[in-house]
């Protein structure tokens, strides 16, 4: 039922033998229940575990995980009237970043979040959750629109980074994720960005220029994949485990470093196991940073969120 | 022997032989057309190749003599930043190989930020170094930015900034990821006050450095033949799995695409910086003389 990654190899076996023993007929020799709740006890014990000290990459392959509840998931449990909305005016639609109308609790915000599509078919409609340039320039729309109406931002990261494509680099990736940094930073409405899986490089950043970040407890948000600092400073593509250490890209981390404000915990072994536990937390987590942000004022709110920045890694500066 | 050193090529000199005496960095051979040129000869042309004008990389400090009046300027300290932070180490230790870069250019980090007069204009001017680790940006590059950004607001000078770097410096991870906000801000708040924000593409501009501050120019001028891009040609090359078109990422296809609004040769780069820049700050340099002469103050050779 499960995609079990590497490490969850004694984990997926008791959860096996458990399907099997559902599956048996109950001939009322041997209690079937008993022995189901026993090896469930079993594999709680060794998801806690597990769970309880993941190594920088496994927590990649987590935040990486195929039945990770990805941005369109979160769109459709917290947000209301969600109302999509297409394209760049310039030159096309980039299924990549998803955003539009919709409510939160009530109010109406801009959502906007990189998807990475949950099937086959929907990874290639997505690409993989990489954006175009035309992706961020949507991104840039929408947040110019939400601050013309004072709505605030919800902004959701989910991206192994932008798309490295011939096309995009002809269309200026660089100039539109440059663009869509600026225009956070423009914004006097609230922005609150959760990187709920992958948060890779200037991709994630581009969305992620906010006045409150809040991290899940196995995303990752580096300057690079551990795979490719692995192969640039190490010219070894399989010392990803090593770069994935060196890089300090967990939720833990961060919030030490002063990158995040927060972490939002997951469901024991991830958020994939109990999505609508997570969905709920999430909307727990971006409630809360926004009753704090509601109150401001649009100068007030951009000033911060410009401080935030700059006080972030400056012994000097305050 | 200086005959010997001066004129002599790289080919007489091996049939002469022996001259234990003529270092071989006096020759430079093009990366572009193969030719061997006198380090003088460079020198002379901006460091670019007298056979097929190629642009070789230029150091922070000849591109600042380049550009400021007489090749005078004063550079600021830049405030020290936390080293290592995240106490990084691949084959080897970041704080060796910063450690090595140092000795070897004799800089404190990628960046210098210097203000002197371009045109009789005071200016402010930030650029990477190439030879420092790729120029690649971490804290102390962005922090220089800021400073850069400051110094220029309360100057009440125009910024040029003139990026030569692979991009974000991995070895301050998720840190160098961050400068490409917090340049970002900088350059925000000198858009904010009203200042002429200028941008000069040199090779190579690429990654987390053309993504943030790089593109950000209110005028973005190329330097012939500057690479210039998001991801890496190599990168894109595995993703899409073929052959990159001729000139791809070259400051000319930039500026085919629109991305980029004029390439400029290194000779002619001062001459329109100060034009530019003389347009955007001096908006109406006749009106004021005209205001001086209506006012009765006498005619212009006496005002001056
Ligand atoms: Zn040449």
Request: with cysteine; hydrophobic share 40%; aromatic share 4%.
């Amino acid at each position: 039922m499960h995609n079990y990654l590497d490490f969850e190899k004694p984990i997926a076996e008791l959860e096996g033998k458990i399907e099997e023993l559902r599956h048996l007929t109950s001939d009322g020799e041997l209690n079937i229940a008993d022995e189901v709740s026993k090896l469930q006890g079993k594999v709680d014990k060794l998801l806690r575990q597990t769970y309880g000290k993941l190594s920088p990459w496994q927590k990649t392959q987590i935040a990486r995980h195929p039945d990770r509840p990805h941005a369109v998931h979160y769109i459709e449990t917290l947000i209301e009237d969600f109302t999509p909305l297409a394209g760049d005016r310039a030159f096309a639609e980039d299924r990549a970043i998803v955003g539009g109308l919709g409510r939160f609790r009530g109010s109406s915000v801009v959502v906007i979040g990189t998807e990475k599509g949950a099937d086959t078919e929907g990874r290639v409609a997505h690409n993989f959750g990489m954006a175009r340039p035309e992706g961020y320039r949507k991104a840039i729309r929408l947040m110019e629109m939400a601050d013309r109406f004072k709505l605030p931002v919800i902004t959701l990261v989910d991206t192994p980074g932008a798309y490295p494509g011939v096309d995009a680099e002809a269309r200026g990736q660089a100039e539109a994720i440059a663009r869509c940094i600026e225009t956070c930073f423009s914004l006097k409405v609230p922005l609150v960005s959760v990187i709920i899986g992958e948060g890779g490089s200037g991709g994630a950043m581009a969305l992620a220029s906010a006045n409150t970040v809040l991290m899940l407890e196995h995303a990752i948000y580096s300057v690079i994949s551990p795979e490719g600092c692995a192969s640039i400073l190490w010219r070894d593509g399989e010392q990803s485990k090593v770069a994935a250490e060196a890089l300090k890209l967990t939720a833990e981390d961060l919030l030490k470093l002063g990158i995040i404000e927060a972490i939002i915990a997951e469901p024991l072994g991830g958020a994939h196991r109990s999505p609508e536990t997570m969905q709920a937390s999430v909307g727990e987590a971006i409630a809360g940073a926004l009753k704090g942000l509601g109150a401001l004022d649009g100068g007030v709110l951009r000033t911060r969120r410009r401080e935030r920045f700059l006080k972030i890694g400056s012994a000097a500066r305050d | 022997m200086n005959w010997l050193k001066n004129i002599v090529r790289p080919k007489l000199k091996q049939l002469v032989g022996g001259q234990k005496d003529i270092p071989d960095n006096l020759w430079q051979k093009c990366p572009n057309c193969a030719e061997m040129n006198f380090h003088r000869d460079l020198e002379n042309n901006f460091q670019v190749c007298p056979h097929c004008g190629h642009h070789l990389r230029l150091s922070a400090s000849d591109r600042l003599k380049m550009l400021f009046d007489e090749g005078e300027y004063q550079s600021i300290e830049l405030m020290a930043s936390e080293i290592d932070p995240l106490k990084f180490r691949d084959r080897r230790k970041y704080t060796d190989r910063l450690k090595e870069a140092k000795s070897k250019t004799g800089l404190e980090d990628a960046l210098t930020v210097a203000h002197g007069r371009m045109g009789g204009i005071n200016v402010v001017v930030a650029a990477l170094d190439f030879s420092f680790m790729g120029g690649s940006m971490g804290v102390a590059v962005g922090e220089g930015l800021i400073s850069a950004a400051r110094l220029a607001i309360v100057q009440d000078a125009p910024l040029i900034v003139v990026p030569s770097s692979g991009g974000a410096r991995m070895q301050e991870g998720i840190l160098s990821l961050m400068q490409m906000a917090r340049t970002t801000i900088a350059v925000e708040e000198v858009k904010d006050a009203g200042l002429p924000y200028i941008v000069v593409l040199t090779d190579p501009t690429t990654g987390g450095v053309s993504a943030s501050f790089a593109m950000l120019g209110d005028v973005a001028i190329a330097e012939t033949g500057a690479v210039i891009g998001f991801a890496g040609a190599r990168v894109i090359e595995q993703t899409i799995r073929e052959k990159l078109p001729e000139g791809f990422q070259r400051a000319e296809y930039l500026l085919d695409h629109g991305m980029v609004d004029m390439v400029v040769r290194r000779h002619d780069l001062r001459a329109t910086l100060i034009r530019v820049i003389g347009l955007l700050i001096n908006t109406s340099p006749a009106a004021d003389v005209l205001a001086i002469s209506a006012s009765g103050r006498g005619s212009l050779e006496d005002e001056s």
